[in-house]
């Protein structure tokens, strides 16, 4: 699908506190000129997948919204998921709202609920077969690609790894089930670093840490990064030292640290070939 939807565009669900209505949604997606992607003003792909024939497709774009009505209009930044319903089982799911977009509804307020910062959803629109879910952008570069920057400096590494490990541990009742670096936006600025969440389609109550660090590993691994011994002990002592791990493991800070580590990498190792089925990082 090389677009989102412009045309029978409606709105099944949207934020009535951010202030705009959905006739005003409506209007504002199908404004979108998408025959011309990264183009001045114009939608920019954000995840890119390379299909069989050649050609290139996205589910995830950044693009400029004019809301309002005429005489007050606005124009707002915007991140759009698209899901195509395109089988049997998505149509079912699309009438009893259990898409990705409504599960991701969900889980960012599940989330923001208990204390995360997530990427906030404005509204779900449906046309010609797909929904388009419209999310707050947020500032700042993913995890992965502060890992893959080789120009980062050293003690903004080991705040990334210590924020990564904290927010592990806020997890201790609620989590997102793919914690893969792509889906965490760090925070830009000074001091420690806040972590956004932006995929928050499975959201599970409980504590695991150790699917949560596999995540960690698994999709930098896939592209042939791997993380200093440093940062992953640094995320490693910011979990142990919150006194979160099962009683079994231990006696003692540093054998409950082996042992978390040992559980991360049978985590790994049953996950098989990591390499991911569309690059991570590639863009436009």
Avoid at 4 to 30: C, F, H
Avoid at 104 to 126: C, M, N
Wanted: one cysteine or more; glycine letters at 8%.
């Amino acid at each position: 699908m090389p677009a989102p939807p412009s045309d029978n565009l409606r709105v099944v669900k949207y934020a009535q506190g951010w202030g705009y209505s959905a006739a005003e949604w409506e209007r504002a997606l199908r404004a979108i000129d998408w025959s011309r992607p990264h183009a001045e003003g114009g939608p920019e792909r954000l995840k890119i997948r390379d299909l069989p024939d050649g050609s290139r497709d996205a589910t995830v774009w950044r693009a400029t919204l004019t809301l309002g009505p005429r005489a007050h209009e606005q124009r707002h930044g915007v991140v759009l998921k698209v899901d195509p319903l395109d089988s049997p089982k998505k149509k079912v799911q699309a009438l009893f709202r259990r898409t990705k977009a409504f599960r991701q509804w969900r889980g960012a307020h599940r989330l923001d609920h208990a204390g995360f910062r997530v990427s906030t959803p404005y509204a779900i629109l449906r046309g010609s077969g797909s929904e388009v879910l419209v999310m707050e952008p947020l500032p700042g570069r993913t995890a992965l690609e502060c890992m893959t920057d080789d120009r980062l400096p050293v003690r903004e590494q080991h705040e990334l790894a210590r924020a990564l490990g904290l927010l592990i541990v806020r997890a201790n009742r609620v989590y997102s089930a793919d914690f893969k670096p792509s889906n965490l936006v760090a925070f830009p600025g000074k001091g420690p670093r806040e972590i956004a969440i932006v995929d928050t389609v499975d959201v599970r109550a409980g504590y695991d840490p150790v699917r949560q660090l596999a995540d960690l590993m698994i999709e930098p691994a896939g592209i042939g990064i791997h993380p200093r011994v440093a940062l992953r002990a640094r995320v490693l002592t910011s979990i142990a030292d919150s006194g979160l791990l099962p009683a079994e493991w231990g006696p003692g800070r540093k054998h409950a640290i082996r042992d978390l580590s040992h559980a991360v990498r049978r985590r790994v190792r049953a996950h098989g070939d990591p390499t991911p089925k569309h690059d991570p990082l590639a863009r436009a």
